[in-house]
């Protein structure tokens, strides 16, 4: 591994999310109303609509993607650091539409809840910073 920390279980919340709130602002709120600077992030439910994001390599920008219906949380999960000062959530999302399929990328703001209930849990140890990488361009931990 190119960069490994250790760290201590902290405090774990159990959390709803607030109806038609932006999914991604809602973590990155709690986790700065708490204090949190490390640690992970899971949520279940439903959104009205979706923002992803699909990263291109090659121009090493962010393509929006824009899913405006309703779509169940498959899975959604990632992680809390620092970056700029303030806690970043770094969120992936898989989603289900009514008919079965599936689509996926990295949590976007836009991103609106219908229901959600979220497991934020806290870790204990050194803080994780978020700077940009020259190589992949990507706001990546840095040493």
Known sequence: MYLQRQYQPGRKWLARLPFES??????????????????????IGAVKKAVLGFYDQQSK???????????????CSGNLSI???????????????????????????????FAGEAVIEELIGPEMVRGYDLQTGLPLWEK
Do not use: C, M, W
């Open 61 to 75: 920008e962010y393509r929006s993607l824009y899913f405006n219906k309703p779509l169940e949380i498959l899975h």
């Open 83 to 113: 970056k700029d000062g303030t806690p970043k959530a770094h969120l992936h999302i898989a989603l289900g539409s009514e008919d079965g399929a599936a689509l996926g990328g990295h949590l976007l703001p836009g991103t609106i809840v």
């Open 22 to 43: 932006d999914l991604l602002g809602e973590i990155e709120k709690f986790a700065a109303e708490q204090n949190i600077k490390v640690g992970q992030v899971k949520v």
